[in-house]
């Protein structure tokens, strides 16, 4: 659930955004679970959008006229 009192201002103590992410994975595949276990993972160790949420990541804002 995200709470949204901090992007309103009310409480500064809480997080902006959501608490956890979930991600739900399902495909055909001719592996069992533990081979599809271990394929996620390896995807999930290459994946940029993965790499970028679990790291700190620098944010540069920019404010042109």
Request: glycine share 4%; aromatic share 8%.
């Amino acid at each position: 659930t995200l709470d949204f009192s901090k992007a309103m201002g009310l409480d500064m103590t809480k997080r902006a955004g959501f608490p956890a992410l979930k991600l739900g994975v399902s495909f055909d595949a001719p592996w069992d679970a533990a081979e599809k276990r271990a394929f996620v993972e390896r995807v999930t160790e290459r994946c940029p959008i993965c790499d970028n949420i679990t790291n700190s990541t620098p944010i540069e804002t920019d404010v042109t006229n």
